[in-house]
Structure formats: structure tokens, C-alpha cells
């Protein structure tokens, strides 16, 4: 495995040996899954240190040239995908069809891919791990302890830790929604809020259609599929749900219930303007027809607040709220609540207390006691700055390393870009798998549909990764979708007309 270094040329060390070893990896002289020289051996015989080496490996491992496997060494890929990273059966044949994998499944592959050394992952709906406030969580969980000892530690009321209700009815007061604690219910996550909500509202068997945003919440999908409810899906375009068709779907259909997320939605990052706000309150008083508003993005915004909660519109008291604190500070702490009208108060507490009889006190009593230290607003503005700039950088590698006919939209708040790419082209599952190849994973488009669409698009979540891992990961993708063209997807002329600005 000769390798000749050039020390007085601009290269840097390490692409000078992978340039050299892809062209033996590339003319065969170094065969599919032969064992490369531990780096320290390799760096020891052309006289570099151990970092170039690592390095140079790297740059082959993101070409998908070669394998490393943890403890064994790294290999020469194969013909086969690399082991580490092979797709499981899910992935395999065609994902487009009845919604192949629930969301257990899908995050569990992704969470799987993306634990792979030196993987970027776009995939998961994790907040950064960088902001989580660890120091200031320990110091409330510490105070709690020592202050509330037992009583921590004990059952609590099932609606939950009433002083933390009050907090956040007083946070909810200052949005101009007219609550009181007692109002609030505190749940295990915005998602249980979801589930007791839906849980209540569908007990009879003919209540067993929901309206849905099209593409929606991939966890709210399987709230419905788990009490086989079947969702109607609304599609979205750049002003959220497309409230017009609501009332010919009410009318035909006589939904149980709207579920909406109308600021930054999963996936898509639209809001719901002012004027269909409005309109969607106006049909679903007019027919009976409760709303879920889901909120647990609200406060991540990056151009001002977005429009009213639905819930400080709502004059006919149909709108169940659903929050929590998983996306804005921690999702291990499992904190969320529910706002519900008020003729369905005692049964969300009801349904709560079944599912789970009480959400951790220990945790209530620790936010409670973080809420009050004053350090939330800052943790706010902190993470609103990082994300913002990340969907910066991330829109404009986008605009770099995505094809011209490919269309998103910046998103005002949140934590993910809606990416379509150009419809006669590759779909999103192949260029998942590609991209496999570069170490990189995203969410696929279709994976959060109703309606089976979507296979051609992709969520990207721009705020878990770092800066660089953000601009090498779209690199990595605009690379992988490059190879695809390359190697047998002949591009049709873009005959489908998408409305959304291209950036
Ligand atoms: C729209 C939406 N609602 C609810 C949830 C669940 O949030 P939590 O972790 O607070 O249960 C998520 C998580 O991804 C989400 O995206």
C-alpha cells in the first residue's frame, strides 16, 4: 500500500493519503474488505501524526469507501452497504404505499443509523443537546429536595403540582388566554395532552374520523392508528392548513375533532395566518367540531411571534390546547399540559389519571422551581438565536448543494426545513439510501403523510446538529443526490408546478 507525501504543496497531509488510497480502493488494488493499518501504524511508517490519518479515513468513510467498525478497524467497503450502517428491513423495497412503519419503528431506525459513529443526522425531533440546562436543572432538582424532601417524592393530585399550573397559567395569561391553574392539566409530554385529548373525544365507535394537516405530526399518526381512528388529511401550503376545504370535509364526514399545529408545524415549519385562524374558529364552532391546538413550538420563533393562539380566539370554548416543555427546554423531563374547554375538564383529569395516574412530581416540583430562578427567558432567547441561525446556514447550503428545481420555504420558527425535491427525479427513499452511504439520515417526507404523498420530500431538522455538522451534512446529501442522478435516474423536465417560493 505505497503512499508518497508531498510535504511542500497546499494539500493538506490527510487528503494526500485519501487521494491515494481511493485510487487504490478505486483501481482495485486494495480489494472490498481488506483490513486498512491501524492509524497509529500508518501514521508511524509515512512519519504524520495519528490525526491525519484519522482524518484521511473519515474522508473515505463519508465517500462510503470504506468501514469502520468500532474495535475491529476499518475495512474497505464491500459491495454490500457497510454493516454499521446497512439499512435495516424497513428500509427496504418501496416505503411509498399504506404508511409502512409507525413512528416507533421509524424513530427507532433513525435513532439507530444516526448512533453510528460519525453519522449527521437531519432526522430525529430532539432540541439541541447543547442548550439543555443541566447545571440550572440540577440546582432546582437539588433545592426540591432539599425544601419539599418527601413530598417530592409522594403521589400527587393527578391534574398535578399546583403551584407549576399556576406558573403556567400565568405565562399563558401574559398570551391573552383567559386561564387559571386549576384549568390546566399537566401531562407526561405534549404528547399524553394529545392522546387524553383524542382518548376523550372518539369513546364511540362511529366518532372515528380526524381531520389532520397533510403531512402531520408522525406521533400524532400513530395516536390515531394505535385507537384506529382514521385520519383525513387537509393539505398545507404557505399559510398552513388550507382552511377553505374544511367545511365540504365536516359536511361529508363529520369529523370528531381538527387537530392542528399552527405555529412552525412538523413538519412542513408553516404558521397559520391571522385571517385563517379565523375561519378555521368560525367552521368548527359553526358545525360543533372541537380543535386540538398543538402548541410545543410556539415560543421557538425567529421572526417575532407568530399570530394568537387558536385558544385565545376561541369565544365558543371548543379548542383543547395541548403544550409542554420538551421542545423549549428538556424532553426528558416530560412535562406538557392541557388547556380543555371547560365542560370536559374533569374527563381529560379523568382519562390522565388512567393513563398514567400522575406525570413525576419530582419533575413538576424541579420545573416549577427552574420556571421561578428566571432563567427560562434567557434560556429562550439563547436557543431562538442558535436555531435561527442554524435554519440560516442550513437554507443557504441548501440553495448551494440541493438542485435548482428542488422548493422550500424558510420557516419562521421551529426546528425543521420541508425540503421537495424535483418530482420526476429520484424519490426521497432513494436518496435516503444514498445518502446512507455518506453517513448522513433524514426524515422522509412520506413517513408523515395521511394521504400517501410526499414521496419526494424530506424533513430536515436544523436545530440537533452543529454548525458544521450542518454544512457538511447537505454537502454529504447534495453529493448523494448528484451519485443518484450519476448512476441511473434520468431527470424528466419538471412538469409538476409547485407554489412555494423557491429561496
Ligand atoms: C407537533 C408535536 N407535538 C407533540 C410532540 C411531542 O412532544 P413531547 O416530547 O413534549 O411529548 C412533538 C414531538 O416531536 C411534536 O413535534
Known amino acids: 500500500m505505497p503512499i508518497q507525501l508531498l510535504r511542500q504543496t497546499d494539500q493538506p497531509l490527510y487528503l494526500q493519503v485519501a487521494e491515494q488510497l481511493r485510487q487504490q480502493i478505486e483501481n482495485g488494488e486494495l480489494a472490498p474488505h481488506t483490513r486498512l493499518p491501524a492509524s497509529r501504524i500508518l501514521a508511524k511508517k509515512l512519519g504524520v501524526n495519528r490525526i491525519t490519518i484519522v482524518n484521511a479515513y473519515a474522508e473515505l468513510e463519508a465517500e ?28 427496504r423495497g418501496s416505503p411509498v404505499g399504506r404508511r409502512p412503519w409507525n413512528a416507533n419503528q421509524m424513530v427507532a431506525e433513525m435513532m439507530r443509523l ?73 401531562t407526561t409530554g405534549c404528547q399524553q395532552a394529545l392522546d387524553v385529548t383524542v382518548n376523550v373525544l372518539t369513546r364511540s365507535s362511529e366518532d372515528n374520523l380526524v381531520v389532520v394537516e397533510d403531512p402531520c405530526y408522525l406521533g400524532f399518526l400513530d395516536i390515531l392508528a394505535a385507537r384506529r381512528l382514521t385520519p383525513l388529511g387537509v393539505p398545507v401550503d404557505g399559510q398552513g392548513m388550507q382552511v377553505d376545504r374544511l367545511e365540504q370535509i365536516i359536511l361529508r364526514h363529520r369529523p370528531r375533532l381538527i387537530y392542528t399545529t399552527p405555529s412552525f408545524h412538523n413538519p412542513t415549519g408553516t404558521t397559520l395566518s391571522l385571517p385563517r385562524r379565523r375561519a378555521l374558529l368560525e367552521v368548527a364552532s359553526r358545525y360543533g367540531v372541537p380543535i386540538l391546538e398543538d402548541s410545543c413550538y410556539d415560543t421557538l420563533y425567529y421572526e417575532g411571534e407568530p399570530p394568537p393562539s387558536l385558544k385565545s380566539l376561541d369565544t365558543a370554548d371548543i379548542v383543547f390546547l395541548a403544550g409542554g416543555f420538551g421542545k423549549t427546554l428538556a424532553p426528558g423531563l416530560r412535562i406538557g399540559y392541557l388547556v380543555a374547554p371547560s365542560a370536559w375538564q374533569e374527563r381529560v383529569i379523568a382519562a390522565k389519571q388512567t393513563a398514567d395516574i400522575l406525570t413525576s412530581p419530582l419533575n413538576q416540583y424541579a420545573l416549577h422551581s427552574y420556571l421561578h430562578s428566571g432563567h427560562y427567558a434567557d434560556h429562550l432567547s439563547l436557543t431562538r438565536r442558535a436555531y435561527r441561525e442554524r435554519r440560516d446556514l442550513m437554507a443557504a447550503a441548501a440553495r448551494r448543494y440541493f438542485p435548482q428545481e428542488a422548493v422550500w420555504r424558510c420557516p419562521a420558527g421551529g426546528m425543521y426545513l420541508w425540503v421537495e425535491m424535483p418530482p420526476s427525479g429520484p424519490t426521497a427513499t432513494d436518496l435516503y439510501m444514498a445518502a446512507i452511504n455518506y453517513s448522513v439520515v433524514f426524515a422522509l417526507g412520506s413517513v408523515f403523510s395521511a394521504s400517501n404523498s410526499f414521496s419526494h420530500a424530506m424533513r430536515l431538522n436544523f436545530a440537533t446538529p452543529a454548525l458544521d455538522e450542518i454544512e457538511e451534512g447537505m454537502r454529504r446529501l447534495g453529493k448523494a443526490w448528484k451519485e443518484l442522478l450519476a448512476r441511473n435516474i434520468r431527470v424528466q423536465p419538471v412538469n409538476q408546478r409547485c407554489t412555494m417560493p423557491i429561496l
Open 114 to 186: 444516526a448512533r453510528q459513529p460519525g453519522v449527521i443526522s437531519f432526522a430525529g425531533g430532539s432540541p439541541s443537546s447543547e442548550f439543555l440546562p443541566v447545571h440550572e436543572l440540577r440546582r432546582a432538582l437539588n433545592e426540591v429536595l432539599r425544601r419539599d424532601g418527601v413530598a417530592a417524592l409522594q403521589y400527587e393530585e393527578a391534574a398535578g403540582y399546583l403551584p407549576l399550573r399556576e406558573t403556567i397559567a400565568r405565562q399563558m395569561q401574559q398570551q391573552h388566554i383567559p386561564v387559571n391553574g386549576q384549568d390546566i392539566l399537566i
Open 64 to 91: 462510503g469507501l470504506v468501514i469502520s467498525r468500532v474495535g475491529s478497524g476499518t475495512f474497505v467497503a464491500g459491495e454490500q452497504q457497510p454493516a454499521a450502517l446497512a439499512p435495516s428491513p424497513l428500509w
